[in-house]
Every structure is written in structure tokens, then in C-alpha cells.
């Protein structure tokens, strides 16, 4: 593996202040063409948004805010979890090397939470063409040094609040990027098995008994047995009875 990464923000933007850096590079896209790797980053996004429309909550200049523009051409259609796969378990690897004294894991499908709090958001938005992947913009907003920041979201938290010891935030994307591009060339490579295991070895909840709640409301005990290839995630209760359900349709209760 290089030491550093070889195109994964060799082209890079940086931003005082943007909306979003994902709706950035895709008014890039639709002007001209950025090579493979094209890193937008911006120490102030006003309008980050995350899975289902959600909004993204970044300090400014104190979190990671930036989006990776790649073109997965020999990914099928079918095959694009495989994006959310190996991002999320780049970013956990990332965090892990830098930090081997605590424990990160991936929520489906690829958020990373630590001790039941969420540190970082992937949003992953792709463009098909011929039933496959033409290019894709993996856009990514980690909590880095915002202070105490699980008093205005009680479900996050930052590297700030877990190590108390305020983070160069370029050495911490550059540990990302790195990260990224390794695994990527791996899904290039189609090494997929390797990928599928890491990603079930780092899968919060997994084989484990926890609670969920069902888009109807009702609340049930389950375990996560297996993601589909399509993504979606499959519980088998209690009866043993397994159903396999969409982002939308069900929630932890933590």
C-alpha cells in the first residue's frame, strides 16, 4: 500500500464557506470535468445534509466538512452498497490508527458511532449510466473539536469530547484520505470478501439483541444476521422469522 495517498485529494478545493460541499461538486461536475480524487473541503457548511434529507450540524473551522469525487465505473448498479461499505469502514480504520484506545463502529448503514454517539455522517449521492456506476461524490462531515457537543445533540459526539485534547484537523483528513484510497483500490480490485469482513466486523449491534422501532411505531426485539447485496439491512426475531428492511423503515432505540 503507498504511504500516502497517490490521487485522493491531489486536486483539492478548499472553501472558507460553502452550502454544501456535495452540491458543490455536482455544480463542478455539471461545468467541467475533475479528475478522479477531486477533494472539495470547506471549514464552514451551512447547509450540510446527511441520509433522508437530514441536516448535517458543523462548527465552523472546528469539524470536517468534505466530499471525495470518484468514478467507480466497474461497480454494477447492483453492486453500489459496496461505496457505502468501504467508506465507512475507511473512516473507522482511519479513526482506529489514530486513535487505538477507542472503539468505533459503523450504524447502518454508514454512519460511525462511538459508545452509542454519532461522530461522523457519510452521504453518498451516484450517477448510473449503462447499469453501471459512472461516478459518484461521497461527501462526509465528522465531528472533530467542536466542545461538548452532545449538550445541544444529545446523540453526537466529537474526538474533542472522547480523547479532551483539540485535533489538527488537516492530520486528521489526511489519515481519511489515506484510508479511503486504500480501500477503495481494494473494491477496485474487487476484494470484496475482505471488505465484507471488515464491514460486519465493525457493524454496531451485530449478531447482538437490541431494540428497534418499526416505521408503524411498534417497538421490537431483534438482531442484525445480514445486510443484503442491495443494502438492505435483515432482522430475525425472536420467532427466528427474518425480515430485511430499508433506512426508512426502521430505528435503534438505544
Not at 461538486?25 to 472539495?40: A, H, N, W
Not at 453501471?132 to 465531528?143: D, P, S
Not at 442484525?224 to 426508512?248: H, Q, Y
Request: aromatic letters at 10%.
Amino acid at each position: 500500500m503507498a504511504q500516502s495517498p497517490v490521487f485522493l485529494g491531489k486536486n483539492r478545493i478548499r472553501l472558507s464557506e460553502v452550502s454544501s460541499t456535495n452540491d458543490f461538486l455536482q455544480d463542478l461536475l455539471s461545468k467541467t470535468s475533475p479528475m478522479e480524487g477531486t477533494v472539495i473541503s470547506a471549514d464552514s457548511q451551512l447547509q450540510g445534509r446527511g441520509q433522508l434529507g437530514a441536516k448535517w450540524f458543523s462548527d465552523s473551522h472546528k469539524n470536517l466538512s468534505f466530499s471525495v469525487y470518484l468514478e467507480p465505473v466497474f461497480l454494477a448498479a447492483t453492486e453500489i452498497f459496496y461505496l457505502s461499505k468501504m467508506s465507512s469502514i475507511a473512516i473507522v480504520n482511519a479513526l482506529h490508527k489514530l486513535y487505538p484506545k477507542e472503539k468505533f463502529l459503523i450504524k447502518w448503514p454508514n454512519d460511525i458511532y462511538h459508545e452509542n454517539k454519532k461522530i461522523a455522517g457519510i452521504l453518498i449521492e451516484n450517477a448510473l449510466q449503462n447499469d453501471h456506476v459512472k461516478h459518484t461524490i461521497i461527501g462526509i462531515g465528522l465531528n472533530v473539536n467542536t466542545e461538548n457537543i452532545s449538550s445541544h445533540i444529545p446523540a453526537a459526539t466529537s474526538i474533542y469530547d472522547i480523547v479532551h485534547i483539540e485535533q489538527d484537523r488537516e492530520a486528521v483528513l489526511y489519515h481519511i484520505l489515506k484510508s479511503l484510497e486504500e480501500f477503495y483500490l481494494l473494491l477496485k480490485n474487487k476484494d470484496i470478501t475482505t471488505i465484507d469482513n471488515l464491514y460486519f466486523d465493525n457493524l454496531l449491534y451485530f449478531n447482538q439483541i437490541c431494540w428497534f422501532e418499526l416505521q408503524d411505531g411498534q417497538q421490537k426485539q431483534g438482531k442484525i444476521v445480514d445486510i443484503e447485496k442491495s443494502g438492505l439491512l435483515v432482522v430475525e426475531w425472536p420467532s427466528l422469522e427474518r425480515e430485511s428492511f430499508d433506512v426508512k423503515q426502521l430505528k435503534w432505540i438505544f
